[in-house]
């Protein structure tokens, strides 16, 4: 559908500190699966004085390796890209095993109202439990010993979702709204397309080069693979809209023929993304609700929309 080139040869050598540039180091936890790919990324930023950027899942094995990586500094910031339990779920083992405080762009919030039965995690899940200890805004700064971090709003897979610049480099940490292995889940309620886009557009126009993903590799020229991620995720639209104007009325319709190189077992993750278009496209004007709601919903053009 566009010209994204995925890196899927990432080797996050699981449990280790491997360095990525003079102030920054990587731990992957050992949570690998279909959504989390090779497992989740952990940053630790700076030396002596350190932050640790989304401490992962709620597994110790990880923790010890974090505090095994810093043994010998101190953990002054814990900051949390989003509130998914496969990157904010580990901070309370953190804060006991350090007392630092926790920075994020607040307790989880969906996107819009979960509808009457209506899943809002996918297998990671609202970390709807959480509660840091400040609140970041848009533009706030988070400063360290030797290192100093923007906070970017990127809401779009979550609607607390922030990516951090580290000043002085060309290194931005992503989150999960920009991955480099696989396009981002976009799943509402949690998730919203319009804002997803939104968030790429701006963070397409920054000048950082070099992405540092919450799963898989480091993303190089990073502005050039936004680009290419908002002209899928538009293609993905018109694809979407041809299906439902050739008479596709049900998400299921659309996922079986727009996602029909897709393996099965992702089929549920590709009909919330379906969701989220057809959300925007209703939102739009360009479609109509006939019956019901959300995935159980019944759709059709709308004529000169």
Partial sequence: MSDICFDRDFDPQT???VPLGPLVRRVTAGNANPFTFRGTNSYIVGHGHVAVIDPGPDDPAHIEALLAATSGETI???IVTHTHRDHSAGVPRLVAAT??????GGAHRFARPPREGESATLDAGADE???PDATIKDGGIITGDG???EAIATPGHAANHMAFALSGSDMLFSGDHVMGWSTTVVAPPDGCMADYMTSLERLGARPETIYLPGHGAPIAD???FVRALRAHRKLREAAILARIEKGDRTIAEIVAVVYRETPSALHGAAALSVLAHVEDLVAKGRVRVLEGSGLGARYEAVSGG
């Avoid at 007392?99 to 994020?104: D, F, R």
């Fill in 99 to 104: 007392g630092a405080p926790v920075h994020a």
């Fill in 76 to 78: 002054e910031a814990i």
């Fill in 129 to 131: 439990s959480f509660a």
């Fill in 222 to 224: 990073a502005p050039s």
């Fill in 15 to 17: 449990g280790r500190a």
């Fill in 147 to 149: 290192w100093q971090l």
